[in-house]
């Protein structure tokens, strides 16, 4: 297998692959890692470039994107006292993102449980008001609309969460379930015409009719899955922000949900965030990767070069967790073992928030400057003040990486 074929299956113009083949790719990609990212050949590498070469294009092109985040930030106080309820500090759950959306993309998400995620696909829809920073969507100001407007914005972007209806009241049948945005937006029409629509969703997620009448217990992980995203689609959105969408499922499930949400964005030009914490999903749906680390993002590039040249400390780090199948690779591929635990969002490191754990920290600067995203190739952004001296091997680990007492 070639990382031509993993990709092939994101291409319009290649024929879909079987879900039990994807199954193949998704495992294959949760043992092979960096296997065949290590030496990418010519061809791939000026492919990279020139997507995201075009992609630079793209985003310049303000017509062709549909969501900007300018240091978004969203800090949630931390509150003590019985009586006056004082606020003691805060998490700074999502800390300063910037990033951009095109029409039609779909943007992977990546990072450990708590850096942030979540918090962040919540602030853009504005399920968790943003404490700073702006949020456009189709060249509005989100948080500047109230009212009316607000709710007509908010039917354009939905979220699918990891299992979208284990929350919800298990009385409900799915046809109410799926009924309930269409009410909220005043969607709905006569009743007949309203039941052939549900049907026509319910089969475009590949369910039967007869699922109306059920409920959520009466399904599997990957059926309620479907009917979360038909849920999602009840309301015509075009961004969905979809969080950890395939993570509580089976890997041969993963691939079939994952199938099913590309044929919809095709079918529907759909916008997606996907947002997950396994790297293997996200390379494979993904046009283009960010990585984040306790609040911000770290990195950022077409998916291709984030798998095949990282430039983070941390993305290496992720990247060199993945274990390799061919005992030869296993044994001589760099590992970047992290030391020290994942600071806490409520007491965030100074400087490079990666500095208590990075093997190449340096004195002073590290500690004190904070990095900032910046475009080191053409599309390719990377938060490190040292990234060009790490990437070319002229600066070395430190050969005992500071450990955090
Ligand atoms: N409503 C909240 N109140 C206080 N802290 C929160 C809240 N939601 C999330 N957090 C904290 O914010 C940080 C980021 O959480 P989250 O966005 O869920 O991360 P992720 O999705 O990457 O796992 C975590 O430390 C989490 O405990
Ligand atoms: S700025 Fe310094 S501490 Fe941060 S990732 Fe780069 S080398 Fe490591
Ligand atoms: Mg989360």
């Keep these: 297998m070639t990382q031509d074929d993993l990709f092939a299956a994101g291409e319009p113009e290649q024929p879909r692959p079987e879900p039990a083949e994807l199954t193949e790719r998704i495992e294959q990609l949760h043992v092979e890692g960096l296997a065949e990212t290590d030496a990418p ?46 606020t003691v500090g805060y998490v700074y759950a999502v800390d300063g993102v910037s990033l951009a959306v095109r029409r039609g993309e779909t943007y992977g998400l990546v990072g450990e449980s708590g850096c942030g995620k979540s918090t962040l696909g919540r602030g853009i829809l504005r399920l968790e008001e943003p404490t700073a920073g702006q949020v456009i969507f189709d060249g509005v100001d989100v948080a500047g609309l109230a009212g009316e407007e607000l709710r007509r914005t908010r039917r354009r972007m939905q979220m699918v969460f990891q299992d979208p209806l284990g929350s919800l009241d298990p009385r409900q049948s799915v046809e109410s379930l799926l009924l309930e945005g269409m009410k909220a937006h005043g969607l709905t029409k006569g009743k007949i015409e309203t039941n052939r629509e549900l049907r026509e969703l319910l089969s475009s997620v590949g369910l039967p009719a007869t699922a109306l009448r059920k409920y959520p217990h009466e399904f599997s992980g990957g059926q309620r899955q479907r009917i979360g995203i038909a849920r999602a689609l009840t309301v ?100 970047i073992i992290l030391t020290g635990d994942l600071p806490s969002p409520a007491n965030p490191p100074t400087g490079c928030r990666f500095h208590t754990r990075c093997p190449w920290r340096q004195e002073t600067r590290c500690d004190t400057e904070r990095p900032v995203l910046t475009e080191l190739k053409p599309g390719h952004r990377v938060a490190c003040h040292y990234a060009t001296e790490i990437g070319s091997g002229r600066l070395k680990p430190n050969a005992e990486p500071l450990q955090l007492v």
């Design 41 to 86: 050949t010519e061809d791939e590498v000026a492919g990279g470039r020139a997507s995201a070469a075009a992609l630079s294009a793209a985003t310049a092109d303000a017509a062709d994107v549909l969501l900007e985040v300018n240091d978004l930030k969203v800090h949630f106080p931390i509150k003590r006292g019985v009586v006056f309820d004082k």
């Design 236 to 335: 015509g959105p075009e961004l969905i922000v979809a969080d950890e969408p395939v993570s509580a499922l089976d890997v041969s499930v993963q691939a079939q949900v994952i199938n099913l949400m590309e044929d919809l964005q095709q079918e529907r030009g759909l916008t997606y965030i996907v947002i997950a914490h396994d790297l293997a999903v996200v390379r494979h749906i993904s046009d283009r990767v960010g990585v984040m680390y306790l609040g911000a993002l770290v990195e950022e590039a077409p998916s291709a070069d984030v798998y095949a040249e990282p430039l983070h400390p941390y993305t290496r780090a992720l990247m060199s967790a993945v274990p390799v199948p061919d005992p030869v690779l296993e044994d001589t591929r760099e590992r």
